[in-house]
């Protein structure tokens, strides 16, 4: 069994800085890829990063702009976000999954996940 948990997410001013955290509390994931979404109020669910099983590679989508890092620690079982920058767009539910396929590398598809967190909330004001 698969269980993520995130955790991080709060108010905070647009320009400031959140780290959220992602933790495996069952299962190991240190053999898949894992990845971030995020679903705003009123759109659907979107890619935000996604990170290699090594961490040494990554990919992010193009509104990212270099403000958010993603990371992960395979001794801790956890995966990390950190968005610096913050805007009010970024204003959403960020989830955290794990890849489907253990070989593919930086996924960005939903459908190349297939265990999900529940999500913490990220609201940020201008």
């Known amino acids: 069994q698969v269980q993520l948990v995130e955790s991080g997410g709060r108010l905070v001013q647009a320009g400031e800085s959140l780290r959220l955290s992602c933790v495996g509390v069952q299962g190991d994931n240190k053999m898949w890829a894992m990845g971030w979404f995020r679903q705003a109020p009123g759109k659907e669910r979107e890619f935000v990063a996604s990170i290699s099983r090594s961490g040494g590679r990554t990919k992010y989508a193009d509104f990212v702009e270099g403000r958010f890092t993603v990371s992960r620690d395979n001794a801790k079982n956890t995966m990390f976000l950190q968005m610096n920058s913050l805007r009010s767009e970024d204003t959403a539910v960020y989830f955290c999954?794990?890849?489907?396929?253990?070989?593919?590398?930086?996924?960005?598809?939903?459908?190349?996940?297939?265990?999900w967190g529940q999500g913490t909330q990220v609201t940020v004001s201008s």
């Open positions: 999954a794990r890849a489907r396929i253990p070989i593919r590398l930086t996924p960005a598809e939903e459908n190349e996940f297939n265990y």
